[in-house]
């Protein structure tokens, strides 16, 4: 008998407040995430690696300029685009990720090429661009992830002299909107995986980096607990650990992945200030996508269940 499989992804949490999204932009949101998911299920469906699904998946994310990922990423102070990636195999804790790499197409694949064809776990710009370049991955000149809307919020960044994370409306008030993309699996084998990538933050400085490419922050798979990728105010999730301290809780304590998720999510992070979510995965296929911000992009498609993709908490 084949096994269930599951997938989930997210297109970063905070999201676009209510008063803001209008019809149209509602409907290109859940339509993006719709194809998203579908690519991701058709390889589990096949019988792929989890690995290969949420690759696919977030591929496709980082093709969307909706996203604050790839061809979506936003600007900072210096008006280029500094793009962090990681994946993650949770029958072996392999593990590949990238920081601050800026004409990769898809920085996700340099995130796998550098975890099965080198000895390291994270490479930086501009040595992640260089092997990348060496694999023959795609690059893409500036122009690519040019959009006019990320522009725009780099100019009113400028003007505030604030850094805004993705979706941040307006200067006089500012609103704290966190942009990654990410997918979590499990396939008919039972394996794990995660996948994560992000441009940051606006108007960011000094070569920042955030918890998407740091693994057990923002990124962490293991067969015998779950798959997390995470999605939120970085500095916070890395200081906690994020999400390797949902496969401790598991681990360590015996919890379930929804009860594990919910005290690291809204107990540890809401409370000193750390917004935003993650989704999760465990062995069973159990999924789990708590958030404690105004929304997150998000959505799921089991063996066992249709597709769904929400963006508010009443979806």
């Known amino acids: 008998m084949e096994s269930t499989f599951a997938l989930a992804i997210h297109g970063g949490a905070g999201t676009i407040s209510r008063d803001q999204m209008t019809p149209e932009k509602e409907q290109a949101y859940h339509a993006a995430l719709r194809q998203v998911l579908e690519v991701g299920h058709e ?17 496709v994310l980082e093709d969307s300029p909706l996203f604050n990922a790839g061809r979506g990423a936003v600007f900072t102070h210096d008006g280029r685009h500094e793009m962090d990636a990681a994946i993650m195999d949770g029958r072996d804790r392999s593990a590949g990720a990238v920081a601050g790499v800026r004409n990769l197409q898809n920085p996700i694949s340099a995130a796998r090429m550098i975890m099965e064809k080198s000895d390291h776990v994270l490479l930086a710009w501009p040595g992640a ?69 992000t441009g940051g933050m606006t108007n960011k400085r000094y070569s920042r980096i955030g918890d998407s490419p740091i693994i ?38 015996g919890l379930s992945l929804a009860e594990a998720c919910r005290i690291v999510v809204h107990d540890k992070l809401a409370p000193v200030g750390g917004e935003g979510g993650l989704i999760a995965v465990d062995g069973a296929g159990n999924l789990a996508l708590p958030f404690n911000s105004s929304g ?18 009443d979806k």
């Open 43 to 59: 390889v589990l469906r096949q019988g792929g690696a989890a690995l290969d699904a949420v690759e696919a998946a977030v591929r």
């Open 129 to 197: 661009e260089e092997f990348a370049r060496e694999h023959n991955l795609p690059t893409q000149p500036d122009e690519y992830f040019f959009t006019q809307h990320r522009h725009d919020q780099l100019q009113e960044a400028l003007e505030s002299g604030g850094i805004h994370l993705d979706h941040s409306e307006s200067k006089k008030a500012p609103q704290k909107k966190m942009g990654t993309v990410g997918a979590v699996a499990r396939d008919r084998h039972g394996n794990l995986a995660a996948a994560t990538s």
């Open 216 to 253: 057990g922050a923002g990124t962490f798979a293991d067969n015998t607990t779950c798959a997390i990728s995470c999605t939120g105010s970085g500095e916070y999730f890395m200081r906690a650990v994020a999400a390797y301290d949902v496969a401790c809780l598991m681990e360590y304590r």
């Open 296 to 313: 997150m992009y998000r959505g799921t498609f089991t063996s066992e269940s249709p597709l769904f993709t929400a963006i508010y908490e």
